[in-house]
């Protein structure tokens, strides 16, 4: 579309030009590239020598490039078609994940800055925004805001009105005409490549919303904050009463407090206020695992039906119907029940299947009556919770993790902190969260502890130990068997 | 069909000096009916599907009252089959496919075309994607022109150029017997451009001007004795003739340059990206004029000795720059320098890149080395910066594999036969060509070896025996009536293999964009077809035969678990019927949208993730990879890492909730499904249960 759009501009200014492309496979969700050519001399009429048009873009020798995607831009400047000397880039800074980054277990997604210093470096000229959410602003298309901000750079000697009369020639004019609008007055106002920093706002503006958010329980929510923040270095503040709003919706203020014990006995092993912090947030999120009464919970809430009506676009006047697909495994449902009841029926299914337990597959409709029941009644099991089979067991892997915290920050700071971090590896629910817990306890146990040991013995810092321990969770996070590699990676000799 | 050629269509139909404004590939077709063909066949296939699509299309408005046969080839050995008519009959016809895979389908009636000779002119279009697309192995059809002795064009790209040379390869199809290949490269067939029309020549013979006797001369069968003249006459004189047409009428140029001692020789659908080298090191003009001497080959099959030998003879060195191993062109010059005693050097495969798509960086170099000197400071010049790119970005940038399209029919059986492989073991997948070769890619990383379109159940015949799982080979609809129906099913029937074969059947050929095949219900031309894979297995003796609805993966699954440890022998099929989704899409998307304006009650599911329930393990994505599965902020303060998010584009399908539920991963999926105009009774029900639910909510 912006092609042809380009195209035909060039050839309402008088120009000659020459576009191909290579669709055929590529348009099946892959990128398609698109190459064209606009001779920059009018044309003599007929009988004058025609320019040859060349059909791939030569490296170094290319004008602008225009990408509807910011990786895809950066891929240009990977392949080296850019050149500080002469291209002027017109990116749209938003982003379709890759496949590569989608499936990795932690964060893979492809650092943003490295691809605005590479358009910083490699071109003369980079027009980069968000051309998605103009378009979406301007109830257009992404193309017709790119064909502005490219019309907008004055790098190709088109006026305007061409490419105006190149749009009227197509189909929903004025929708594109709105984005090549858009596109243009956005280039005008200005864009920068540096990304505009998330606006941080201040703790105690957030703490209010906490409260409103917690209702009835915001009162204890309050107090516990002022009582937490009275002995904790300021830096933590905002961690910690992030981390007792979340405790307390999740559970109860006793809950909360016994959370708040753990994190002060940490701050008191004096590794200053980032150790506290990282603890703080990880124990939090562990903390308040998703059990089948966490879930049925965050499923009946009022917010979430508004957010849903809200992403579905639901118009006024039409109804919504939200089918939940729940199959909780019989872990997560004898995991409710009181740890004194289910622990001989874990340990007999445990035994009876030892590989995967049967689950109980079901279709909820949580928008009817009935089945918004089920749920809900399921979320009222939290006075069950403290002494569920589920708490003893998440609660025993908490306090490994602890020990190792402590010990670690008996030794090193920095060590403990990346102790502190390999909490984020277990996560997920029933089988999936079954094996990541395994893999953390490996870390611990098989890479950590003969990690520490050996620096101990050495004598030395625990460099190798905090790089090892930090290399096995990237591993672990990037793939599931990541664990067997970082395993190898340790019994290597130093 | 992917794409209505309605404005195309009208553009073939243009007359005498009109000017037609479109692809290359449109260019090819308009010159086809320019040149009074009689009859067209072929199988799609990238870059000449566009060829097929706009005759279907065309068929019913401007080929059948002309008498033009359009055929639906049902596979490439079918099209090449096609132009048998020529051979006894002076009828022109042409055929298309993609190369090289396509011309190794037709290689056994091409063999016989071509030593039978041809009285009526024979052209094959050929796609050539060396080097840029899918499915398509690194190999020259130049070879099969060599020992078939086809003619074979390889024309500069420019609109009228490649309208020329389709005429010109017609008459001298008809002048040496031989049948014609013109070679187009991806670039050259989707190249926009305008060329200046000729009348449509209605056929002597066709469907309205038929043929009154059968003509029999066993001269004209490609049988022994036959045979043995026909070789005889294939050098003689087919040949000779086809070197004299080239000759005469000049169908090389020569672009003569004022550097005496230098020139260059190339492929004609080269020259563009030669010219613009030889510009950037300052060695031509933007009009096409160069410093140094070309000879632009618009024929590559047969050469003409006296023409090349004219062209090198006294100058010191030549290079030769030639697409694709081995280098025929290159060695043929060599020869003919050394016969004739030319003493000129001759340079290519040494200074140009021995394999690979010859992409401007490739020619730009080489001319470089060949030149030397300045031309050498210039190429340092342009590219200073490279590499600066790379060093910055640190690391590989991810990749964008292509992938199943958003609520793709075939993606559910790969989730499905992961999730299996997880609870059975891993086993043997022979995959096929098709779009479910994108399994292959990431998050599924299936299928362990290809061996060309419908092999699949074939290729795995040894393995089978051989391994301790049963195998689980791959065909869909277009690769099943294109050849997997007797090279798999019924080679695996007849050997009792003991294995499952997974049919995806969705309706259309649709990697090379929907075509009708025979499972559509209709073919091209628009007749209803009866076809059934499901009664042709039975038919074949296939007892074990489950038909499943994909999009409901645990069904699926089950269906796979109970194929794969059943005790019972034999061939076991599973047929996963779903509509391909981006026709479905096509021909649903302006329905809905007429309803919504229209005030209809109209039902829009879509899928969703609670970013609060995700945990943000990805595990969806690695048996899923949809497109509209991807990764959102988690909104938690506390949470750094990306959540899994289903946006907008999410058709509803429900993949992603089945997966999540067959494979046990989370409950964080659920389905919206917004009812847009409500009955009265509907919005009464929905009412009610708000204000229960609210009351609940607050309590």
Redesign the interface.
Known sequence: MLTDWI?AAAEHAGLAA?????????Q????TTYYLEV?PVASGGPGA?????????????VDVIIASEF??A??T??L?Y???ERTTLVASTHR???????????????PDA??R??AR??TRRTVAFDALAVARAAGSEVNAVLLGAFAATGAVPIPDSAYEAAIRDGVAAERNLAGFKAGRETVAVGTSLDPSPPAARPWPE?RAERVAALGRRGGTFLDLCTAAEAGLDPAVH??VG??LA?LIDYQDRRYAERCLALVRDVAALGGGPRLTERFA?RL??WATY?DAIR?AD?????A??ER?RT?????P?????????????LDEIYGILPAVIARPIARWAERRWPE?RP?I?QHVR????TG??RV?LLARLRVLRPRSLRAEREWALIERWRAAVRAAAALDTDLAVEIVETA?IV??????RRR?AATFVRLLDEIAAPAIDRDRAAGGDYARSRALVAEARRLVLTD?NGIEAAVALAARPA | MERSFAAEVKQLALGEGEILRGEGILAITKALLQSGVSYVGGYPGAPVSHLLDVMADANEALLAPMGVYFDASANEAAAAALLGASINYPMRGAVTWKSVVGTNVAADALSNLASAGVIGGALIVVGEDYGAGASVIQERTHAFALKSSLLLFDPRPELQNLARMVEEAFAMSEASNLPAVISLRIRTAHMRGTMVCRDNVRPAVGMRDRLRAPAFDYARLSHPPSTYAQEAQKFEQRLPAARRFIAQRRLNEIIPGDRPDVGIVLQGGLTPTTLRALALLGLADPYGGSRIPLLVLNVIHPLVPDEVAAFIAGKERVLVIEEGMPAFIEQELKALAYERGLGVRIHGKDLVAVQGEYVPEVVLGAIARFMGGEAEGQLAALTAHAGRARAILRAPLPKRPPAFCTGCPERPVFSALKIAQRELGETHVAADIGCHAFATLPPFNMGNTILGYGMGLASASAVAPAFERRVVSILGDGGFWHSGLTAGVANAVFNQQDSVLVILENGYTSATGQQANPSTGKNPRGQVVRMSIAETVKSLGVSWLRVVNPYRVGDTLKTIREAMTTAAGGLKVIIARAECQLERQRRVRPQIAAQLKAGVRVEAPRFGVDPDVCTGDKSCMRFNGCPSLTLGESGDPLREDPVARVDQSCVGCGLCGEVAHAAVLCPSFYEARVVHNPSPWERVIARVRGRLIGWLQAA
Do not use: C, N
């Not at chain 1, 020459?18 to 590529?26: H, L, N, W």
């Not at chain 1, 379709?96 to 492809?110: K, M, N, P, Q, S």
């Not at chain 1, 965050?298 to 009022?302: A, C, E, P, V």
């Open positions: 195209v020459q576009a191909t492309s290579i669709p055929g496979v590529a099946r969700t892959g990128a001779h020598p025609r320019p040859v048009f060349s059909l791939y873009p030569t490296p170094g020798d990786l895809e950066g891929r400047l990977e080296d850019a050149s500080p379709l994940f890759a496949i590569g980054e989608r499936t990795v277990l932690g964060d893979g997604v492809f490295r691809l210093e590479a470096a490699l957030r905002a961690t992030e981390a979340r947030r939090a999120v998703e879930v965050l499923k009946t809430r009022r979430r039906f849903i992403e579905q676009g639901a118009p006047g039409a109804t919504l119907v939200v089918t939940d697909y729940l199959k909780p495994d995967g689950t597959g949580t928008t009817t009556v918004f029941l809900w984020t996560r997920g629910y029933g089988e999936v990541l599931e």
